[in-house]
């Protein structure tokens, strides 16, 4: 149990990287007005070996990531925590 535990933890570790990888590519692309392929940055042969998520799993991620960002851009987190209910 303990090595597929390990095991989940470094394939989530390789999709997390691929997708902060993905992101930063979007970003770039988006800067230069032009369109991000996931597909053109990342053949099968730039991805970790033995990596089974999708492309198009990458590239739900790497959106959702960007609209995070843009969120966080217009409406900044409050600067105090909020209070806990007595």
């Known amino acids: 149990m303990l090595i597929l535990k390990q095991l989940q933890a ?5 999709l997390d990287q691929v997708v902060e990888d993905a992101t930063m590519l979007a970003q770039y692309a988006a800067s230069k007005a032009e369109p991000y392929l996931v597909e053109r940055d990342f053949p099968p042969e730039a991805l970790p070996p033995q990596f089974a998520f999708s492309l198009p799993k990458i590239a739900t991620r790497v959106t959702h990531n960007l609209r995070v960002a843009d969120a966080k851009k217009h409406f900044p987190a409050a600067k105090q925590p909020f209070r806990k209910a007595a």
Do not use: S, T
């Open 10 to 14: 470094e394939r989530n570790a390789a």
